[in-house]
């Protein structure tokens, strides 16, 4: 085990699958003890008891982060577990193709709870918990899509952006209590979601990218293990895209 997030406490949304399974398993060979939570209860355990085996140390909750009272209970079953929580990864999402005109009312709500709202709630539960344990980081899975627009896709776009504003709020009103909230802004990256698209569609979605290639979850994980380690004690109220030069050109 080599030791960039040694005595840390995370949690870690969406950390049944995709993007948030590797989460876990970086931070976890990294020394952080770490609670995956999310709603994919028989993956979410696996990934738990993958990291154990591999002689990490890692939980499994179940978290609907759109419901405040799983996040409380989540939040509280972590302190309970490991004594303290000090790194929070808002990593669950979900994606919607729909458009200003053909976008549902139940479709937005779901996707804003999911997206927005749900990073919301997580903040606000975890962040008193940081100033017990002294201070704290936070990362907020956002996207490119925060950055840029394309068409269709507007509760996602509409979600994303949020996301990078509130990291900066949260940035400014919890900076003097050490607590550092950073996003982080993927572009095309495979995970088990996209890699069960069809071979045209990751082909259309691969070719713009500069580097000519999606991420790998893992390099995600990476920009979230150094904005979560002490090497970024002073790394506050930004963002970190991982694209593979995608944004560079707009
Ligand atoms: N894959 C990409 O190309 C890409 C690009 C930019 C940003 N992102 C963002 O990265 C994050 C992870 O995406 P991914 O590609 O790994 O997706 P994924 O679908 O592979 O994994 C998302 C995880 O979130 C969980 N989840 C969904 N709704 C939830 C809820 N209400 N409560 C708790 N968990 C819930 C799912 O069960 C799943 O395990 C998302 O926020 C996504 O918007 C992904």
Known sequence: MAGRLAGKVALITGGAAGMGAAFVRVFASEG???AAAD???DLGLKVAEEVNRAGGEA???HLNVAEQRDWTAAVAQ????FGKLTT???VAGIY???GTETETIEGWQQLI???QTGVWFGMRTAIPEMKKAGGGAIVNISSVAALSARPMAVAYHAAKAAVHLMSKVAALEYARDGIRVNSIHPGFTMTSTASALPEEMKKALADPVPMGRAAAPEEIAYGALYLCSDEAAIVTGTELVIDGGLSARH
Not at 78 to 81: E, F, H, L, Q
Request: aromatic share 4%; proline share 0%.
């Open 32 to 34: 952080a003890k770490v």
């Open 39 to 41: 709603i994919q209860d």
């Open 59 to 61: 939980i499994y909750l």
């Open 78 to 81: 972590t302190v309970r577990r």
């Open 88 to 90: 929070l990864c808002n």
């Open 96 to 98: 919607r193709t729909e």
């Open 113 to 115: 709870a999911i997206n």
